[in-house]
């Protein structure tokens, strides 16, 4: 069993820059692929990046060379650095972590990209 707990949310100007964290707990973490999704109001919830146990990174097109993701092992917890946010990167991120038929997902926090 994981859970998850995101931080790092809030409210930044287009073009700003935010660091999500997503902290977990329980065992085995490094076994752990972990990802980001997104969910915008009235719209279905998002891939947005994940980095599997090896270090293997994919990311939604939508967010290619402006997010960064990135764990710490001895830390449980994977990263979401977000750079040149656009309003279009509003919403409700959620982390989730992965080993083979078991997903655990956090609560989420919200970010919002507004002048």
């Known amino acids: 069993q994981v859970q998850l707990v995101e931080s790092g949310g809030g409210l930044v100007q287009p073009g700003g820059s935010l660091t999500l964290s997503c902290e977990a707990s329980?065992?085995?973490?490094?076994?752990?692929?972990m990802g980001w999704h997104r969910q915008s109001p009235g719209k279905e919830r998002e891939f947005v990046a994940r980095i599997n146990n090896r270090g293997i990174i994919n990311y939604v097109d939508s967010v290619k060379g402006r997010f960064t993701i990135s764990r710490d092992n001895t830390k449980k917890t994977v990263y979401l650095q977000m750079n040149s946010l656009k309003s279009d990167d509003t919403a409700v991120y959620y982390c989730?972590?992965?080993?083979?038929?078991?997903?655990?997902w956090g609560r989420g926090t919200q970010v919002t990209v507004s002048s």
């Open positions: 989730d972590a992965a080993y083979f038929a078991s997903t655990y």
């Open positions: 329980g065992r085995d973490f490094s076994l752990y692929a």
